[in-house]
T-cell receptor
């Protein structure tokens, strides 16, 4: 069984469109994250939710809006897509909100290509 | 920036050789973690070392931490072709900070 699953795996769309990426974890973790990995493999956090509440919101354009309907799900909606949004987006989860002694469990990523 | 920085950016070795990757960071930490990323996949946690630990082992992996130099190293012994991947260190702050990774290629 997949621990952290995100869909879709690939997403190709045109500039200006709105798209969503879904993430679900079955690990019972309290905290979920969205990371963006650029073409140079740099991995940067975008958002973090603990028990459905936003706890980290890095400097991300407000075109990006996370939504957590319950602690097992964290979706990412992106409005008015731009070329620079092309990247691989990873969902991850961990135990214990502000405790950074627990490892992150990652999904396999969503490769977003904006044309 | 607080992110870890891995060195070298790329490493190519023969199967059976040891591979050493280094990580440097800039601020004090509570722990440092190493992750592996296979092509087209998410990151997988390998090992966590706390700031009061100097060395930790897990199978063929050996991690060292020198908090005075703000650096860590990951040693993979007796490498295998399946070890081919990118390796990242992550430091904690109020979140996890990742570097850009070391791309390891193990030639069979």
């Amino acid at each position: 069984d997949t621990a952290v699953s995100q869909t879709p795996k690939y997403l190709v769309t045109q500039m200006g469109n709105d798209k969503s990426i879904k993430c679900e974890q079955n690990l019972g973790h309290d905290t979920m994250y969205w990371y963006k990995q650029d073409s140079k493999k740099f991995l940067k956090i975008m958002f973090s939710y603990n028990n459905k509440e936003l706890i980290i919101n890095e400097t991300v354009p407000n075109r990006f809006s996370p939504k957590s309907p319950d602690k097992a799900h964290l979706n990412l909606h992106i409005n008015s897509l731009e070329l620079g949004d092309s990247a691989v987006y990873f969902c991850a989860s961990s135990t214990g909100g502000s405790s950074y002694n627990s490892p992150l469990h990652f999904g396999n990523g969503t490769r977003l290509t904006v044309t | 920036s607080q992110q870890g920085e891995e060195d070298p950016q790329a490493l190519s070795i023969q199967e059976g050789e040891n591979a050493t990757m280094n990580c440097s960071y800039k601020t004090s930490i509570n722990n440092l973690q190493w992750y592996r990323q296979n092509s087209g996949r998410g990151l997988v946690h390998l090992i966590l070392i706390r700031s009061n630990e100097r060395e930790k082992h897990s199978g063929r992996l050996r991690v060292t931490l020198d908090t005075s130099k703000k650096s860590s190293s990951l040693l993979i012994t007796a490498s295998r072709a399946a070890d081919t991947a990118s390796y990242f260190c992550a430091t904690d702050g109020n979140q996890f900070y990742f570097g850009t990774g070391t791309s390891l290629t193990v030639i069979p």
